[in-house]
């Protein structure tokens, strides 16, 4: 008879290809058998019964700031994955910037590695950076174990993590196509964006309208068109994070179609806010690519709904109260950043499952078993399978409730989600065979912030 460290009892176990009840028995961290309710003989540490509970792989967040080194004020990985593992998320890959000193080298990447295994209570990677100069860095960060490189083709926000211009782009990806590696990203034109804010500054308009209005879909869509051009002349793989419109999906499908290796994300804020949300929210809803109207929500939708979106990220990027806050009433100078690592599950679910029926497997599939397929960790990761990693989130899809304040675990606990109601609750959560969330709560051994 076997022994096992947890037992699973008869959930609703989903994937990104199937969806039937059973039993799942963890040993060593791993995924050691999965049965029909009910089959499973041996003996365990722990059980947990699912009944009437569903069971994902775990999330698997691949576009996170926690800004430590440097900003940990600002979040921090014992806070950020505090915040995770209550929204069912196992893994996340943090992004190279926002955090001092910014991961495009070597040096960076140690110390950030560091820093995360001290302090995370879930499973992570860590994004490498293209910058104007670091050419020579990319193959030490390659070797460091990169998940993949993020660039910038607009402004960072962030001085020490410069936007790189087209002769960057075009040698950096000669580059990291040559590892075989990916580059992610930020696809927003300069030109564009710079000179409109420009023309709203010189005619004193500063409102979260005027803002949304200097970076109109077009400035994405004329960006991506670019990235798509050296992807194609250099081979290197792409990833475009938080496309804000369907426009921008079709531009990125037409290029599949191409033979041009590249991949979208949306993010859960693009398809539950519009702009008219972010008037009435206000600073804490500005982000970049900014919020677009309702029926651009509503299309986004249609594009995750028939599979074009690869993959949900959060693009967690907290900031300060301060920052977040309106001064001179000048919308442009606060922080554009959302802070949602922890309510992305909570949205695909009530808007995406319960208002518009999108299927539980093409969830799974975009925040799960995409991400680890696009990045190299499938089927170790993102699937529900004997041998795979046990990151599961174990999901209460009837729970109803309303997010509050106190049920966030950032770092500074504010959301645009707040005060907004929602069906399906992750309420536990699996790391490597551990529980680090149940009923609730953070699991007593990792209560202890460190
Ligand atoms: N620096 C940074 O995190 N910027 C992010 N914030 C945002 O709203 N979009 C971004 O790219
Ligand atoms: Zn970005
Ligand atoms: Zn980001």
Redesign the pocket.
């Known amino acids: 008879m076997s022994t096992y460290d947890l037992i699973i009892r008869n959930g609703t176990i989903v994937t990104s290809f199937s969806e039937s009840k059973g039993d799942i028995a963890i040993k060593n961290g791993l995924i050691s058998e999965i049965s029909e309710c009910g089959g499973l003989k041996g003996t365990c540490l722990k059980e947990i019964d699912a009944t009437d509970l569903h069971i994902f792989p775990g999330l698997i967040d691949s576009h996170v ?1 926690f800004n430590e080194p440097g900003r940990t004020e600002w979040e921090g990985f014992s806070t950020g994955s505090r915040s995770l593992a209550a929204g069912g998320v196992t893994t996340f890959f943090d ?1 190279p ?2 955090s001092f000193p910014p991961t495009i080298n070597k040096e960076g990447f140690e110390l950030k590695k560091k820093l995360a295994s001290q302090k995370s209570i879930v499973d992570f990677r860590l994004w490498g950076g293209l910058v104007p100069n670091n050419l020579n860095d990319l193959e030490d960060l390659y070797h460091c174990g990169v998940i993949g490189f993020k660039a ?1 083709m607009s402004p ?3 001085d020490e ?1 410069q936007n790189a211009d087209d002769i960057t782009l075009y040698k950096g990806m000669e580059k990291i196509a040559s590892f075989g590696s990916i580059l992610a990203v ?1 696809a ?1 034109s300069t030109v564009i964006t710079e000179q409109l804010a420009e023309q709203k500054r010189l005619s004193g308009k500063k409102s979260a309208l005027d803002y949304c209005e200097s970076r109109p879909i077009v400035s994405e869509i004329e960006a991506v068109g670019r990235i798509l051009s050296f992807a194609e002349t250099t081979g290197c793989k792409v990833h475009i ?2 496309a804000s419109s369907s426009k921008v999906i079709s531009l990125v499908t037409k290029a599949k179609e191409k033979g041009v290796d590249v991949t979208v994300e949306t993010c859960p804020h693009y398809l539950s806010l519009s702009s008219d949300d972010f008037m009435k929210i206000g600073p804490v809803a ?5 919020l677009r109207d309702a029926d651009e929500v509503e299309a986004l939708w249609e594009s995750f709904a028939n599979g074009e979106v690869d993959i949900i990220g959060s ?1 967690h ?1 907290p900031a300060p109260p301060a920052m977040k806050q309106v001064k001179d009433n000048d919308m442009f100078k606060v ?4 802070s949602g690592a922890q309510t992305t599950l909570m949205i695909l679910l009530e808007e995406g499952y319960w208002k518009r029926g999108i299927p539980l497997k093409r969830i799974v599939e975009a925040t799960s078993a995409n991400p680890a397929k696009r990045f190299g960790l499938y089927p170790q990761k993102g699937n529900i399978s004997v041998g795979s990693e046990a990151d599961l989130a174990i999901i209460n899809l009837n729970q109803l409730y309303r997010l509050s304040e106190e049920d966030l675990f950032y770092r500074h606990p504010y959301s645009p989600f707040i005060g907004r109601t929602y069906r399906g609750k992750n309420v536990t959560t699996i790391v490597k065979g551990k529980v680090v969330f149940e009923n609730g709560k953070i699991s007593s051994k990792y209560e202890t912030i460190p």
């Open positions: 700031h992004m910037l926002n910038f960072s926000g962030i993590f930020h927003e994070v938080h500005k982000c970049a690519p900014p693009d990027s922080w554009g950043g959302i």
